[in-house]
């Protein structure tokens, strides 16, 4: 059974995949769940603490750690579901462990949406849209591309570009890449 790993930057509608898979009954593990889930562990509030935490817990236990803490949970939902969606890989040492746990079976969705839409996107869901809110957006994306998710989108085996199309035509387009994945065992197919 296929698991689809998403990945993409702040505001580009990885989130969106997630709600899209979960209406249609596909069962979704957040990685930044095992962040939020540590952050509360440490009595820290996962809104002001979220990065810190990540780049410790990966200090501490390895750049794949956050996917070896996410890894049972996907396991468990592997075995009863025609497909899991895993929402966030972050680093090639996250790709590494669930290729190495899934083979083939694993397969990378990257969701793309230029700087300025994402933005745009984020300050519409009430975070700061102002030139310190881009400057914050900005560091947190220098953050995540430190840990490789550059690399991560650049070995995407599927991309759905979320830049000039509504949200209908956006969910559309996941729930066809999600079907095809799971007709396909794993394959995502062609762009989009």
């Known amino acids: 059974m296929p698991v689809v790993g998403t990945v993409g930057m702040p ?3 990885k989130g969106e995949v997630a709600a899209v898979a979960e209406a249609a009954g596909v069962p979704v593990v957040t990685m930044g769940d095992v962040i939020r889930t540590a952050c509360r562990d440490r009595g820290l ?3 002001d603490h979220h990065g810190a935490v990540a780049r410790a817990l990966r200090d501490e236990n390895g750049p794949a750690a956050i ?8 396991e468990d939902a592997h ?8 929402d966030g890989l972050r680093s090639p040492d996250e790709v590494a462990l669930f290729r190495e746990r899934f083979g083939d079976e694993f397969s990378i969705l990257a969701v793309e949406a230029s700087f300025e839409t994402r933005a745009d996107r984020l300050g ?8 310190a809110g881009h400057e914050r957006l900005r560091a947190r994306e220098e953050r995540e591309l430190g840990w490789g998710m550059d690399e991560v989108i650049g070995a995407a085996d599927q991309r ?3 830049e000039d ?3 209908a035509e956006f969910r559309a387009t996941v ?3 999600l079907e095809l994945a799971s007709a396909e065992g794993g394959d995502a197919g062609d762009e989009r």
């Open 175 to 177: 729930r066809d890449v």
């Open 79 to 86: 075995e009863d579901a025609e497909i899991v969606v895993v």
């Open 45 to 47: 509030d996962p809104a």
């Open 67 to 74: 996917a070896e803490a996410s890894l049972p949970h996907v």
């Open 124 to 131: 519409d869901r009430g975070r700061d849209a102002t030139d």
């Open 11 to 13: 505001g580009s509608g």
């Open 160 to 162: 759905v570009e979320n």
């Open 165 to 167: 199309r509504s949200l």
